[in-house]
């Protein structure tokens, strides 16, 4: 398990945007490079979905959704993922959970709301 912790939640108008930080604080490095991180986020009344991930390699896969408005990157050596968010959009609005996976192994974070609204 990995402690995760996120930040970078917020209200934002559409058409913001907003970056989202998650960190490992207690994770050494090499561990960390060993996970492919993701963000998801849950609506209310929804499933929760993968919203983007990026492997150790900084290989990425995005949702249709928010592919070409939302930027997944992460830096090894601060053992940190980031999700950079533009042009938001009210659809956008739920809670904001990272997530560390190896080898099928889940961990999540506590996870950050973001709200999208005029």
């Known amino acids: 398990q990995v402690l995760l912790v996120e930040s970078g939640g917020g209200l934002v108008q559409p058409g913001g945007s907003l970056r989202l930080t998650c960190r490992a604080p207690?994770?050494?490095?090499?561990?960390?490079?060993?996970?492919?991180m993701g963000w998801y986020r849950q609506a209310a009344g929804k499933q929760r979905e993968l919203v983007a991930s990026?492997?150790?390699?900084?290989?990425?896969k995005y949702a249709d959704s928010v592919n070409g408005r939302f930027t997944i990157s992460r830096d090894n050596s601060q053992k940190k993922v980031y999700l950079q968010m533009n042009s938001l959009r009210p659809e956008d609005t739920a809670i904001y959970y990272c997530?560390?996976?190896?080898?099928?192994?889940?961990?999540w974070g506590q996870g950050t709301q973001v709200t999208v609204s005029s």
């Open positions: 207690r994770t050494i490095t090499s561990v960390f490079n060993g996970h492919t």
């Open positions: 990026i492997t150790g390699g900084r290989i990425t």
């Open positions: 997530n560390a996976n190896q080898d099928g192994v889940d961990s």
